[in-house]
């Protein structure tokens, strides 16, 4: 295919707005161009196609993504899984009840220098004004605002794939013990749809469309058939990103209610990446190498897709479209303080636990590498992290 | 068949209106919200549609105060916070006359419960109470952020609340809220009544507590003693409600919250009896029901000096990107000059009573009617009323962007 070269000078001669469609358009493909293993290919290109060219997710009407797995009974009841039966005995006693827990009558102004949603220096208006765009001190409040917004909104959506992958999961798994606790990832997805719901509809008042790569990822896990993949993407992949996103919320935020709210959510999401790395880890080592191969090359497409998730093209088509082209808004997102913290935080938790289910192998290495993600080999896998650990480990980094 | 044609012709939308340029809208037009508290997440709705309501029965109290209980026509429940109010919209000779009311009874019922004291010399509240069933009522609301929130960390609510005379009504509803919704809450009520008579809700104060032994004691404090009502004696001031307060074990308790309602000066006493007990100011709440017709009296005598000095204040009034400019005549409000002009500047009790009409003091000197409901962090950050403002030379205020109406 084109060059990145040549696809700039195909598409210079068009007008701004035609020329950032085909730069998403154009981005698309090379995400599936990434794609080595045909089998991979076969299985997220759908989905990308409904997400990245048809934009399913923002067509305006609800989407409707079929399902194909097939529910796993078990009549003797069997305890099979000690370490799940812990879990679950650990999620009965730490779920909490939103309306009492979360003190929802905190008066949140988002534009109160004393209690900033996100710190000083997360965008670098700088860099935006060396782009030709200056801002005045209002302007970067409101946009600082509609970034907060954009960035709670895409944690709302993927909560939302996280509470019908936990019920498909909870169907689908054939350990029985994690039926059980798969049962309280349900509820605690559901609560966790709710607070960010109504924060976002009650705090902020603005709710972003969901993005497209994370539409992708979700419209996968929802069409797989099988139960490990629906675990990796959504234990590992979205919940173990999910955990690291809040993490460096929960650090950065100086508003009461928002930290608290992260606070309790990254307790739960601790528990469900521990439940990723239980049931996966056993599971892997009794594939074929030519599944575990596709298991692999599967996970690293999505953690591709979530870098990419995380460029805010919504909030540059609320704000800039028409006057940035669209690779610039992208270099300056990539660059941003705010952003790379981000990105950092969030790989540096996905990253261990993909070696620690042994989906991160030599072959793979160069690859991740390439993409930057190497460095993160060293931290603590989620088995090792518990919820209180996590807080404390934010709290005195903070 | 239909529905897979369906989803075909939007997909061929999109791609057609991608080549062509354009991008999906990036936000979610956002619905009336779900969340339990969705009454009080709906502020420009709620300031600028009004509803009517039917006036199912009315229930006299006392001899000054009577409840109007409303229904929707459509039967659904009312969905507010306890502590809450409403503006009551009556029209008379010509004008709409605004008044707030709280809420006395617990949310999600079907009936509204709006207890009204009946001011011989008031304009609205003699008609109010002379309603029957049958009749309609026009409100905006729910207003107001005199609500009890949940306890930290999930322990169980300690509230104690201190009422004096019609500041009953909110108390009333996080009273029966609390009592009801939780079995764990506790709470205590010293409320301050001038006779016996003069208790609004006695029954139903003394059913709650026989129905929640131990976890509702109610206190009274009576003018003038009765045989019937077992009281502390006096007006409701700094003394009797130390002594009251004497009387609730919650006071000593360090989770419990306090909630204030009543007329000015007895609200202050409490609060020095509060201090002087050693409250942390945080843990209290107070709600202000000053507002009655517009007060003429304003702080100091130069203020109105000030604003009905002669000659027109030329005013800005930005709201939803647009400017719009008018003069003021002297001793009117920003938002009678505003609203003259057709800028379309939110408004409620219009009585500095709601915060509805807060807007930003850009450039200039406003003064305002004192006492009124915004904060002291509101005030820092520039906010006055425009309801209650005058200005005092050429100036320029902005409307939240949030509240901007249509």
Known sequence: ?398 | MNAALEQLGRDVRVVRRRLAGYSAPPLIARRPSRASTSAATEPSLLRTTARELVVERVVVETPSAVTLVLRREDGAPFDFMPGQFFTVLLQHGGEVLRRNYSASNAPFERELHLTIRNKQDGKVSPLLCAMRGGERVRLLGPFGSFVAGPAASGKPRRLVLVAGGVGITPLASIARTALACEPDAEVALVYGSRSAAEIVFRAELDALAVAHPGRFTVVHVLEQASPAVPSEIGRLDGVTTLRALELCALTRHPDTRFFVCGPDGMRDEVLAALAARGVDPAAIAMERFTVGPRPQVATSSSAIAASVAPGARPIAIRVNGRVHRTTALPGATVLEAGLAAGAPMPFSCAVGGCGACKVKLIEGRVEVDEPNCLSDRERAAGYVLACVGRPCGPCTVEVPEEAGGE
């Open chain 1, 1 to 398: 295919m084109f060059g990145d070269r040549t696809q700039k000078k195909l598409t210079s001669m068009l007008p701004l707005r035609v020329r950032n469609q085909m730069d998403g358009l154009y981005e698309a493909l090379q995400v599936l161009m990434e794609v080595r293993d045909p089998r991979v290919l076969a299985s997220l290109a759908p989905s990308g196609v409904r997400g990245l060219v048809l934009q399913r997710g923002k067509q305006g009407v609800p989407t409707q993504t079929r399902a194909h797995h097939s529910a796993h009974f078990d009549w003797s009841y069997p305890a099979d899984n000690p370490e799940m039966r812990a879990l679950y005995t650990r999620a009965k006693t730490g779920q909490w009840n939103s309306d009492v827990a979360l003190a929802w009558g905190t008066s949140v102004d988002p534009y109160d220098p004393a209690t900033p949603l996100l710190p000083d220096g997360f965008l670098d208006f700088d860099a935006l004004a060396r782009l030709g765009i200056r801002l005045d001190a209002k302007e970067r409040q409101r946009l600082v605002h509609s970034v907060a917004s954009w960035m709670l909104s895409q944690f709302l959506h993927g909560e939302q794939g996280a509470l019908f992958a936990a019920a498909q999961v909870t169907e689908a798994v054939q350990f029985f013990d994690g039926k059980l606790y798969g049962a309280t990832q349900v509820m605690d997805e559901g609560r966790h749809v709710e607070v960010f719901h109504r924060y976002l509809d009650t705090k902020l008042e603005k709710l972003y469309q969901v993005n497209d790569n994370l539409f992708v990822i979700i419209d996968a896990l929802m069409a797989d058939a099988r139960w490990d993949m629906k675990f990796l993407g959504m234990q590992i992949m979205v919940e173990g990103l999910a955990l690291g996103a809040f993490g460096t919320l929960y650090k950065q935020t100086k508003e009461p209610l928002l930290k608290n709210l992260l606070k309790y959510v990254i307790q739960d999401e601790a528990r469900h990446v521990h439940y990723g790395v239980l049931a996966l880890r056993d599971h892997m080592k009794q594939l074929t190498d030519s599944e575990k191969r596709e298991r692999e090359d599967w996970a690293f497409e999505v953690a591709l897709l979530m870098r990419n998730r995380f460029l805010a093209y919504e909030v540059y088509e609320e704000w800039f479209e028409g006057v940035l082209p669209r690779d610039k808004w992208r270099e300056f997102v990539t660059n941003t303080p705010g952003m790379h913290q981000f990105r950092q935080t969030m790989f540096s938790r996905l990253v261990p636990n993909l070696r620690e289910i042994g989906l991160i192998t030599p072959r793979l290495l160069p690859r991740y590498e390439k993409v930057g993600l190497l460095k993160y080999m060293a931290g603590l896998s989620a088995d090792r992290l518990d919820g209180d650990g996590l807080i404390a480990e934010l709290d005195h980094a903070a």
